[in-house]
């Protein structure tokens, strides 16, 4: 058992990830619904682009759909490529190309890497295109993917080549998991008629090991509420300290962790979430800075942090005391007002924003298998 896992255990104990128990219950009732209701559909499915998280190729997998899914024309979409490790993404690449699997890096809110993957559609069509007057393209994933993202901006470049079309309402997107609660169809394109069907994402009723659950939490597919920042954050840490992260910061950008920062006489209030994507003005030159220093500041702290840490980082006990002497220096530099019922909960949720948004650098946290999968 490596490292991370004994701490996961340690730390979280027997927590579930089950339907309807366990200490966890995460699995909402409208998935049960929505799960069968794919499961409908797919069987009219002419393709199926299964859409899931770059940073987590495997387990944002919908493990009970892969059967079905494996036996239809399928493009694996890795979403978010802009937040992953670019030579570690190339291997898994490789790897589903290994099981003969089609799959494609895209960002859902770029309409050139979209497009990239409606042309693969196109030509894995090709074969019934020809004979059939109307071909169902489904998109399908787990929450909070870019599922709908993705939806939008097909629909964008299809109004630019059908300016004809009549005009339907674009997906619901939002920053929680489980926006998209119900099944609807986007026309994008004629003769043949191409219609794409935008689904709910739904987990699975039971998810096989805490770590994938806390994959999935991380990447924001189940909600942190479900799990608590603090669960999630200690998790982070520990694969940033096992993989030895902070030192690879320090290679890759040594003169601002020697101290090298931005300085203001007046720096701004500022919260990480409004890192988050969404419709505002660009930041300024010095809120910009702001932010690089504050990354800055994070990274040089854990990186002082793993390397006077005296104890073995593969040792469970050991790692714990390093995260507890990392939470409350990530308090400091996060610039948290010392208020002990409520730092560690701040320093959790500002700490994965950081993350998430990608301010800490690419990562996958899954690893690519050795061997291929029997499908």
């Not at 200690?234 to 101290?259: C, D, I």
């Not at 002497?325 to 948290?336: D, G, N, P, S, Y």
Request: hydrophobic share 40%; proline share 6%.
């Amino acid at each position: 058992m490596s490292t991370v896992k004994k701490v996961v255990k340690k730390a979280l104990g027997d927590m579930a990830f089950n339907r309807g128990g366990g200490a966890i219950n995460w699995f909402p009732g409208h998935m049960a619904a929505a799960t069968r209701a794919i499961r409908d559909r797919l069987k009219l499915a002419d393709l199926v682009i299964e859409v899931r998280d770059s940073r987590i190729p495997l387990s944002s997998a919908n493990a009970d759909l892969q059967p079905q899914l494996s036996r239809k024309r399928r493009v694996i979409a890795l979403n978010k490529k802009d937040l992953a490790n670019q030579n570690i993404l190339h291997k898994w690449i490789h790897y589903f190309d290994s099981c003969k699997q089609d799959s494609l890096p895209i960002n859902a809110h770029s309409q050139s890497s979209v497009q990239k993957l409606l042309d693969l559609v196109e030509l894995k069509l090709k074969e019934v295109i020809s004979r059939e007057p109307t071909l169902l393209v489904m998109v399908v994933g787990v929450p909070n993917v870019g599922k709908s993202a993705l939806i939008n901006s097909i629909h964008r470049l299809a109004s630019a080549r059908f300016p004809a079309q009549e005009k339907t309402k674009r997906a619901t997107v939002g920053p929680l998991p489980g926006v998209t609660q119900d099944i609807a169809g986007y026309k994008i394109a004629h003769q043949p008629s191409i219609y794409v069907l935008d689904t709910p994402g739904v987990l699975v009723p039971s998810i096989p090991d805490i770590e994938t659950g806390l994959k999935l939490a991380l990447a924001g597919s189940v909600k942190d509420s479900v799990v608590g920042e603090e669960r999630i954050a200690q998790y982070l840490l520990a694969v940033l300290n096992t993989r030895g992260t902070p030192f690879h910061w320090k290679r890759s950008n040594n003169r601002r962790m020697e101290g090298i920062q931005y300085e203001s006489e007046d720096k701004p209030e500022y919260n990480p979430k409004d890192l988050r994507p969404k419709r505002r003005k660009p930041p300024n030159a010095s809120d910009v800075l702001y932010i690089e220093d504050l990354v800055t500041e994070v990274q040089r702290t854990l990186y002082a942090t793993l390397s006077e840490f005296e104890g073995n980082v593969e040792d469970e006990n050991d790692l714990e005391l390093l995260m507890e002497k990392q939470f409350e220096a990530l308090q400091k530099a996060l610039r948290i007002p010392h208020k002990p019922s409520e730092a560690r909960l701040m320093v959790s949720k500002r700490f994965l924003t950081l993350f998430r948004t990608g301010k800490l650098g690419p990562f996958i946290l899954d690893n690519v298998p050795d061997v291929a999968p029997v499908s």
